[in-house]
């Protein structure tokens, strides 16, 4: 039971971890100092992505859920809880490039747009 939950908690903080990699920036908005959080985040969101990398949570929470008597899934994360809810086919490597680059134009994005706020509170 108690390994079920905390298999269940680690795919809450891997959903927030996700959620802030490429959503955080916006945080920044108001509080620069988030950057120094967020941009590492990112990036190693989207290099997980770009080098279909798996991410060190996915195998905790498969051993977690073998321990509950459950089954573990195969591949990461994103393939078993994300992409199912986006493509019904299977991630494939460029897919993951493109989630990748995906995470890095959107952040790129909020990040400029933060750029000019902070500028324009200067002045």
Request: charged share 15%; proline share 7%; net charge positive.
């Amino acid at each position: 039971m108690i390994d079920r939950l905390a298999a269940d908690a680690i795919v809450a903080l891997h959903v927030a971890f996700v959620l802030f990699a490429c959503l955080g920036g916006f945080l920044a908005w108001r509080r620069p100092r988030w950057a120094f959080v967020h941009l590492p985040a990112a990036m190693w969101a989207a290099w997980v992505e770009v080098t279909a990398t798996i991410c060190p949570l996915t195998p905790l929470e498969n051993a977690l859920r073998r321990r509950a008597g459950e089954a573990g899934y195969p591949g990461g994360f994103v393939e078993h809880y994300v992409l199912p809810l986006l493509y019904p086919a299977g991630l494939t490597p460029g897919v993951q490039a493109w989630l990748g680059a995906f995470v890095v134009a959107l952040n790129a994005a909020i990040y400029a747009v933060a750029i000019l706020r902070w500028r324009r509170s200067r002045h």
